[in-house]
């Protein structure tokens, strides 16, 4: 198992950007979190079998409305996740699907 960090930019705020990505991640059986930075950007942390996470990245470019202008993907060190959970800006965590 392998985890990344993915940063986004483009038009990915107020568009349902996080709830495509948890949906998903939820397919894929990959855990972890996604989050909108203030500065626009959304930030994802995943966690799973390497060539799974491939496909994760390759389908987050399918969420409609959302306009992916740049993606940087960064291995770091694993993290253990439950599920995969949005986080509300103000650091809370939602369950709605």
Known sequence: MNTIEI???GRVQK????ACVRRIATDLNVTGTVINL???RVHICAT???IILEKFVSMVYGCPRAIIRDLRTTEIPHKQFNDFSIIKSDG???TEL
């Open 7 to 9: 940063l986004i930019s």
């Open 38 to 40: 203030a500065d626009g």
């Open 48 to 50: 799973g079998e390497p």
């Open 15 to 18: 568009v349902g950007f996080r």
């Open 92 to 94: 809370r965590i939602s």
